[in-house]
C-alpha cells in the first residue's frame, strides 16, 4: 500500500481567493459607481425605499426603550410642573381673598361715606366679551377688528380693555364688527392721572416701538421712572382708576421747558384674543344744561345783538374811508 503523500495546499476552509488589494479596488469602484449612478439616476432609490420598508419596524422597534425613557421623563417633568402650578394657584387665590375682603370692606365705607355726602351711588359699568379677529392690514398703525358691531350694542368711543388695563378705544363701528384703536397707535390719546403724586396729563401714542409718550409735561414737573398712570374719568369716556401705563423714561431737556416722558403701556396687546368692551361714561351721566337763549336771560342782564358790533363798526369804516 502506498504511503500517503503529505498535501501542501491549505484546505478550502482556508484559502484566500482574491488578494485584499484587488478586493479593496473592486469594492470601492463598486461603491463609487453605485454612488454615481444613485446621484445622476436615481438608480438606488426603488431599492432604498425597499430597504427602509423592511427596516422600519425593526428600527420602531430598537427605538422603544429610548422612546419610554423620553415619555417617562416628560411625564415626571409635568407632573413636577402641575404641582408647581396648583400651589402658586392657591397662594394666589389665598392673596386674592384677602384682597376681596379689604376691597368689600372699602366698598361698604365708600357706599356709606357717598350717602352721608348725598352724593348718590356710583356709576356702573357695564361691558361684554368680544373676540379679536384680526388685525388692520395697514403695518404702521395699531388697530384690531374685533367680532362686536352696532348690533351688539357696541358704541363709537368705547373702552377696551383687558385683565392688564386699557388697551385702547373704539373708533369705527360696522355692523357685525368693530375697529379698535390700540393706545400705542399715532392718533390714540388718552386723560391719565399720576396715581403717586395725583397730577393730571394727557398720554399720545406714536412715541415708537408700543411705547406713548406724556406731551407738554414742564421739565421741573414731578414725574419718575416707574411711576403708574390710570385713567383720570375726567373725560367722560373711560371710568376712573384703569391701569394704563408705566413711566419707562424721563429726558429733562435743558434747551427746552418740556420733559420728554415715555410710557410704557400696562397691557400689552401681544397674544390678547379675548377683550372687554365697556359702555362709554358719557351714556350713563347727566345732560349738559342747554345753553340759555334770550328769553330765559334775566331783566338785568344786557342784551347785545349779534350783529350789534358789527353794524357799529360798519359806519365807521365808510366814514373813515
Keep these: 500500500m502506498p504511503l500517503a503523500t503529505l498535501e501542501r495546499t491549505p484546505p478550502p476552509f482556508f484559502r484566500q481567493g482574491h488578494s485584499a488589494a484587488t478586493r479593496l479596488a473592486f469594492f470601492a469602484a463598486l461603491a463609487v459607481f453605485l454612488m454615481v449612478a444613485d446621484a445622476r439616476f436615481t438608480v438606488v432609490a426603488p431599492l432604498r425605499q425597499a430597504l427602509a420598508a423592511v427596516l422600519m419596524p425593526m428600527q420602531g422597534l430598537a427605538g422603544l426603550p ?20 396648583e400651589r402658586e394657584a392657591r397662594e394666589a387665590l389665598l392673596r386674592q381673598s384677602v384682597q376681596a375682603q379689604k376691597t368689600q370692606q372699602l366698598e361698604r365705607d365708600n357706599a356709606s361715606l357717598r350717602a352721608l355726602l348725598d352724593l348718590g351711588p356710583a356709576l356702573a359699568t357695564r361691558s361684554f366679551a368680544a373676540e379679536v379677529l384680526y388685525e388692520a392690514a395697514d403695518p404702521f398703525s395699531y388697530k384690531w377688528i374685533i367680532g362686536r358691531g352696532g348690533r351688539q350694542g357696541v358704541a363709537l368711543g368705547a373702552p377696551v380693555v383687558n385683565a392688564a388695563g386699557v388697551l385702547g378705544q373704539v373708533t369705527r363701528v360696522y355692523a357685525q364688527s368693530a375697529e379698535v384703536t390700540l393706545l400705542a397707535d399715532k392718533d390714540a390719546a388718552i386723560p391719565v392721572l399720576n396715581a403717586r403724586t395725583q397730577q393730571r396729563a394727557a398720554a399720545y401714542g406714536g412715541a415708537g416701538g408700543g411705547l406713548m409718550e406724556l406731551r407738554f409735561t414742564s421739565a421741573n414737573s414731578d414725574v419718575r421712572v416707574g411711576d403708574a398712570f390710570v385713567t383720570s374719568g375726567l373725560d367722560g369716556v373711560y371710568p376712573a382708576g384703569l391701569p394704563v401705563g408705566t413711566v419707562h423714561a424721563v429726558d429733562r431737556r435743558a434747551e427746552s421747558g418740556f420733559a420728554r416722558v415715555v410710557v410704557q403701556p400696562t397691557s400689552s396687546p401681544d397674544g390678547v384674543r379675548f377683550v372687554l ?23 338785568r342782564e344786557p342784551r347785545e345783538p349779534r350783529e350789534g358790533r358789527a353794524g357799529a363798526r360798519g359806519p365807521a369804516r365808510k366814514a373813515s374811508s
Design 66 to 85: 429610548v422612546q419610554w425613557l423620553r415619555d417617562g421623563g416628560r411625564y415626571l417633568e409635568g407632573l413636577s410642573s402641575a404641582q408647581r402650578g
Design 277 to 299: 368692551v365697556l359702555e362709554p361714561m358719557s351714556a350713563q351721566l347727566p345732560e349738559r344744561p342747554a345753553a340759555p337763549t334770550d328769553s330765559t336771560r334775566s331783566p
